[in-house]
């Protein structure tokens, strides 16, 4: 215990490490955020025809409600709150990017989940906590992780007999 408390005195994680740490983190997460919704459907043809529907004024929300075979979504009228494009497979992220504000896709997204009709409601920058609210799990982190580094470097040069 002496030997790794020693280390952590002569080895602090430095506020350059703990900026570029949280710089990466913001490279990871920043960006826009999306306010989506969507009604999933098995077929295409079933898709075209709530699109028919909605072009002819129907609400999304309460097609969503009555047609959407997404459990999480579908009784929330669509509603898929904010996340960022990432967090959708290809298939979707690249349709809903294209879409501005209010906008809808034209025509059913095919993904492995089935067809997607897909509306923005929304778009922002990603709200992302400031760095003096996460420096101490960065530093807390970033201890661990060196503390970590000197453990397997020890393992690495102990010869056993």
Known sequence: RELFANFQKKNPVTDAEIKAEYDKFVAANGGKEYRARHILVE?????KALIAELKKGSKFEDLAKKASKDPGSGANGGDLDWA??????????????????????????????????IRV?????????????????????????????????????????
Do not use: C, W
């Not at 077929?43 to 898709?47: I, M, N, R, T, V």
């Not at 400031?130 to 970033?142: G, N, S």
């Not at 503390?147 to 007999?161: C, P, S």
């Open 84 to 117: 960022n494009a990432a967090s959708y497979v290809p298939e979707f992220s690249n349709a809903m990017v294209k879409l501005d504000k209010g906008q809808m896709t034209d025509t059913p997204v095919k993904s492995q989940f089935g067809f997607h009709i």
């Open 43 to 47: 077929k295409e043809d079933e898709a």
């Open 121 to 161: 409601d929304d778009v922002r920058e990603a709200q992302l906590p400031k760095l003096e609210e996460v420096k101490p799990q960065i530093t807390q982190q970033l201890t661990q992780s060196k503390l970590g580094k000197f453990q397997e470097d020890l393992r690495a040069k102990a010869k056993v007999q």
